[in-house]
């Protein structure tokens, strides 16, 4: 198959990037259930919780750039834990260009758990997230 020739770009061509709307299917967790669509800033929420839930790898349906690495965190030193457990999720969720920032990480341990809280800030506003790793 031979490349098509002829054709020039020109220099000054002004390329606009949109925003891609967000509506997703709005997912009840509790009770297992789709509940119409969502769009804004609940998608983003609903895709924040999702991509924590979602081990990283595990899975051969997601890309490898979607999803989190907690489990590997399991018994190791706090102090590493600490460190690991802020970048990770702040890897995981940077994937997401809806959202610009993870923030005011915050944690506490409580025998083999972690307890992670942080705010996300993305182009909808910005929220709260907590997070048990055990």
Excluded: C, W
Excluded at 67 to 96: H, P, T, W, Y
Excluded at 104 to 114: R, W
Aim: charged residues 25%; proline residues 3%; aromatic residues 10%.
């Amino acid at each position: 198959m031979a490349t098509p020739t002829g054709t020039i770009i020109p220099a000054n061509l002004e390329i606009v990037e949109e925003q891609q709307p967000s509506l997703t299917f709005g997912i009840d967790f509790d009770r297992g259930r789709v509940i119409g669509m969502i769009d804004g800033l609940e998608a983003v929420k609903q895709a924040v919780f999702l991509i924590l839930h979602t081990e990283r790898y595990r899975y051969l349906i997601y890309t490898p750039d979607y999803g989190a690495e907690l489990e590997g965190l399991i018994g190791r030193d706090q102090l590493f834990v600490q460190s690991e457990l802020k970048r990770r999720i702040r890897e995981a969720l940077m994937q997401d260009d809806r959202i610009e920032d993870v923030a005011n990480f915050g944690i506490e341990f409580s025998g083999d758990s972690a307890l992670v809280r942080f705010t996300v800030i993305s182009t909808f506003g910005s929220f709260e997230v907590e997070r048990e790793v055990l």
